[in-house]
T-cell receptor, first 115, second 111 residues
């Protein structure tokens, strides 16, 4: 158990809908990262928040948005869902940010299926 | 897009044998990390090797890094059935903590 929690574990929804994925980082971790894992694209970095502020963006679609709240939990919002958004969404956390040598601890993921 | 490729894509070995997998990447890096993923689960950090390091060991794991060839290898010695998983390399560039993953190697260790 990494200490990172993600809810829900599974989500089934229809095209055009909007969903929210939630992540609670390890106690004391200030950084939260979101990744998407799909058969087509593999594992891809989406976005990084540090202590409530966005720090880096990856291949995140405009239909997707995220935020990190004062209690450091994070939410990833996916809207106007398409079939191709079906994937495993991971959240990871680390103590701080910068230097690139910090271990990221991954949550168990949320499996999203868009029908 | 992915930083690099992993080779082989899949590997099947007997318990007790060694497993070697390779990772190639495209751009300069700050460090390279290896992760393990059991079927459909979260990733577990295994080892990090800095760009100025050539070899690193952790238990039954040995990682090498050749920055001139932009490649790394992960060796698992005396494999066990519990090592069955997918293994991913991930690179970190000079700035920030963004991990860029390779495609992964699926390893099956048969008892």
């Amino acid at each position: 158990d990494s200490g990172v929690t993600q809810t829900p574990k599974h989500l089934i929804t229809a095209t055009g809908q909007r969903v929210t994925l939630r992540c609670s980082p390890r106690s004391g971790d200030l950084s939260v990262y979101w990744y998407q894992q799909s058969l087509d694209q593999g594992l891809q970095f989406l976005i990084h928040y540090y202590n409530g502020e966005e720090r880096a963006k990856g291949n995140i679609l405009e239909r997707f948005s995220a935020q990190q709240f004062p209690d450091l939990h994070s939410e990833l919002n996916l809207s106007s869902l398409e079939l191709g958004d079906s994937a495993l969404y991971f959240c990871a956390s680390s103590v701080e940010w910068g230097g690139g040598e910090e271990t990221q601890y991954f949550g168990p993921g949320t499996r999203l299926l868009v029908l | 897009s992915q930083q690099g490729e992993e080779d082989p894509q899949a590997l099947s070995i007997q318990e007790g044998e060694n497993a070697t997998m390779n990772c190639s990447y495209k751009t300069s890096i700050n460090n390279l990390q290896w992760y393990r993923q059991n079927s459909g689960r979260g990733l577990v950090h295994l080892i990090l090797i800095r760009s100025n390091e050539r070899e690193k060991h952790s238990g039954r794991l040995r990682v090498t890094l050749d920055t001139s060839k932009k490649s790394s290898s992960l060796l698992i010695t005396a494999s066990r059935a519990a090592d069955t998983a997918s293994y991913f390399c991930a690179t970190v560039k000079a700035a920030g903590n963004k991990l860029t993953f390779g495609g992964g190697t699926r390893v099956l260790v048969k008892p």
